[in-house]
């Protein structure tokens, strides 16, 4: 199949806070005018718009991507809003990757926003409709549940302890204090705090999991002849991947991501990724609950079943580390504003392969780094490649 | 990269919590009438009748619970609804000590994925686990269903009050 090769040029991001003062539209384009000013361009060089954000039930807004679009920077272009739950923020650059690798368009911005905040009393409220109306909702289901007993299969399949899985939430929010845009960033944190935070639904406790919060992020594709011209330092997408389980989450063995494979599969395929240990240098698998990190790890084939812990253990999976994962900090240290933050660790690839990191710059310029979103009703993968070579 | 951080002004919960902030409310009125469907509404009969069922897959041979009009991996009709136990063994459990709203809850609730005697293998529903300590409950641990009396049952996944362990 005949594609264009496109790249990112360009990321921008809010700060991701617990209660933002700006409006959803504000967020979104306090992003995306960051993220044009990054690689100096303006609307004007922009040929379409890719918009991702997730349950319309967070803002009481319906058709969120017309009340987003002008923060968006969409008036008079073509827009396109895709939404796969938690999936959206790894989609959406997907989206923008196929708009430009089609032909169709040589310039896309791309913008995630997320404002948890104005649900009242909880945004929890907005993914109880997720549950079956007949067979599920009349038993009182929470979000939480769903996380809970996935947790539990995969800790009772590998004989894991919570410790195990705490070591995640400490090293993400400990690499999150380096994050200029963090929510939670903490460098003193301990597996204690996270062992001794308050029981929500065992084997869930409050510190492993993220936080509700406000952010948007935006990133600026384009095709490989505006990409030269416009930076010297373009990243380019190597491939792409997606794929949704089936709806009935009851009937699946819940201990591993099937999906979440499926998609990097189709991701390693298009890369030419034969050996993902040895030709992925960085990753950022979603990590909206510490043990989704080790759950998609193995996922994306990058340990074997029920190993992510022990490498975590470790520290193999530490910034300085055989393999960094989630250098950022993660939903889990930065926050999780839906959309945003799957779009926050693509930024996050994009700044490690050019080397403009900061302080969570990990060592040894690494050249090729994946990042991937997890979404729906636990059954969505997206999976995103990027390199420098 | 810090430069390409947008200077975000943000509230502290206090400032929410004082009234310090103007901010609009609305409570959606929103209602809704489901149809439970060709093979949930046979389900629902069924379990007000005190008995479950799931439906055979004619390509697969599976048999799926909750019943469903369609095999979705195979994607052709099922062939007939088949009885099933109301015993099971829990797959995974959960203790849940908060509602959706963060409220705490006195006494946890113990959601439990259960899969169904008579079943494929990894056939599961979604239910609540009752009459147990909760900290005995085990993964593989042995269940029945505990019905409401049939004057009470109303062809609703509730008919089922809880699954309790069967020793």
């Not at chain 2, 609009?24 to 009969?45: F, Q, S």
């Not at chain 2, 099971?88 to 169904?116: K, N, Q, Y």
């Amino acid at each position: 199949m005949a594609r264009n090769r496109v790249a990112i040029v360009g990321a921008g991001m809010t700060q991701f806070v617990r209660r933002a003062q700006e409006t959803a539209k504000e967020l979104a384009w306090e992003a995306a005018s960051k993220a044009l000013e990054s690689c100096e361009m303006t609307l004007d060089d922009i040929d379409a718009v890719v918009i991702g954000s997730a349950p319309e039930a967070f803002d009481g807004v319906h058709m969120k991507s017309e009340y987003l679009s002008d923060g968006c920077g969409g008036w008079g272009k073509p827009v396109i809003r895709g939404y796969v739950g938690g999936g959206t923020g790894v989609f959406a650059p997907i989206q923008g990757w196929y708009h430009v690798a089609s032909g169709l368009f040589d310039t896309v911005l791309v913008v995630c926003e997320e404002k948890m905040s104005s649900c009242q009393p909880h945004p929890q409220g907005a993914f109880l409709t997720i549950f079956d109306h007949t067979t599920e909702r009349p038993l009182g289901p929470n979000l939480l549940w769903i996380f809970a007993l996935e947790m539990n299969a995969y800790m009772t399949r590998y004989g894991l302890s919570k410790r195990d899985i705490a070591l995640v939430s400490v090293k993400n929010r400990r690499n999150a204090a380096d994050h200029p845009a963090a929510l939670l960033g903490d460098p003193n944190i301990t597996v204690e705090d996270v062992l001794n935070s308050e029981v929500l639904a065992w084997p869930v406790q409050r510190l492993d999991v993220s936080p509700v919060t406000d952010g948007a992020v935006a990133v600026v594709m384009a095709a490989e002849h505006v990409a030269r011209r416009v930076t010297n330092k373009p990243v380019w997408v190597e491939g792409v991947g997606w794929c949704l389980d089936t709806a009935y989450w009851t009937n699946r063995d819940l201990s591993y991501p099937t999906y979440v494979e499926e998609a990097a599969r189709m991701a390693y395929k298009m890369a030419g990724i034969t050996e993902p240990r040895k030709q992925i240098h960085i990753a950022e698998p979603y990590d909206p609950f510490d043990y989704k990190e080790l759950h998609h790890l193995e996922g994306l084939m990058l340990f074997d079943k029920g190993k992510a812990p022990e490498a975590t253990a470790l520290g193999i999976t530490q910034r300085d580390g055989d393999l960094p994962v989630c250098p950022s900090g993660g939903l889990l240290g930065v926050g999780n504003p839906i959309a945003a933050a799957g779009l926050m660790k693509v930024a996050e690839i994009f700044w490690q392969l050019r080397g403009e990191a900061g302080a969570r710059q990990v060592p040894g310029q690494p050249k090729r780094g994946v990042a991937q979103a997890w979404g729906d009703l636990m059954q969505v993968g997206t999976v995103i490649v990027l390199g420098v070579s | 990269m810090k430069e390409w951080v947008y200077d975000t002004v943000y509230l502290s919960e206090k400032d929410f919590e004082t009234g310090r902030v103007l901010y609009e409310t609305w409570v959606p009125n929103a209602r809704y009438a489901w149809d439970a469907g060709i093979a949930i509404g046979r389900y629902l009969a069924e379990l007000k009748a005190g008995r479950l069922v799931g439906v055979h897959c004619p390509s697969c041979g599976r048999v799926l619970v909750p019943p469903r009009m369609f095999c979705q991996d195979c994607f052709v009709p099922i062939d007939g609804f088949v009885p099933l136990q109301d015993t099971g063994t829990v797959v995974t459990f959960s203790l849940c000590s908060v509602r959706w709203d963060m409220v705490r809850l006195e006494h946890p609730l113990i959601p439990a994925l259960i899969a169904i005697d008579g079943a494929s293998p990894g056939m599961g529903i979604l239910h609540l686990l009752g009459e147990v300590d909760p900290q005995a409950v085990r993964v593989g641990m042995r269940v029945r269903a505990v019905w409401k009396p049939p004057e009470e049952r109303e062809g609703a996944i509730t008919d089922i009050r809880y699954f309790k362990p069967l020793e």
